[in-house]
């Protein structure tokens, strides 16, 4: 290692070849992925030429560098939790959100054919108390009629509704 540290190729060459196929070996063990393993082997050797002094000699080399690598996996292996909790909280979002959509639209097509369907005193009230947000007294005084009338005509208008709309409640 201390050739190594002193930029001598020749002992990365030397380390590289007594320890790749173990660290492969044992960084499997954590990933369960060869092509994984490799990867985060190769990531460890990189770091070891780019920085060998962040070897502390008093170590035993071989512990030092199957702590790393199995530092590295854990990461890996965090990494890619992290990413597939990532993608699936999207997933499920854009399914959520595609759903309200389609659903919005079915309760607007839906809330229209029924609005369609209620005679002309029942859209007046349902227009003037949904669309205009209209108090019961100012229907009642906008359109002639006693605010009871207004209180009947908006009950039967919004069964009428209700059933129309039966399909869309969860029970």
Not at 25 to 47: L, P
Not at 143 to 158: A, E, N, Q, R, T
């Amino acid at each position: 290692m201390k050739g190594l540290c002193i930029g001598q190729k020749h002992a990365f060459e030397i380390l590289y070849d007594r320890y790749f196929d173990k660290l492969v070996y044992f960084a499997n063990g954590f990933v369960k992925n060869q092509h994984q393993a490799e990867d985060i082997v190769q990531e460890v050797f990189i770091k070891l030429i780019e920085q060998p002094q962040q070897f502390n000699p008093s170590m035993r080399f071989s512990t030092w560098v199957f702590t790393l690598t199995a530092n590295r996996c854990k990461n890996n292996i965090r990494d890619t939790q992290n990413r597939s909790q990532l993608i699936e909280n999207n997933v499920i979002q854009e399914a959520i959100e595609l759903n309200s959509k389609h659903d919005l639209s079915w309760l607007n097509k839906n809330l229209t054919q029924g609005i369609e369907q209620l005679n002309p005193k029942e859209k007046t009230i349902y227009t003037l108390r949904f669309e205009e947000e209209m108090s019961l007294k100012e229907i009642a005084e906008t359109i002639d009629i006693p605010i009871g009338s207004v209180k009947s005509g908006l009950f039967h208008l919004l069964k009428k509704l209700a059933k129309q709309l039966s399909a869309y409640t969860y029970e």
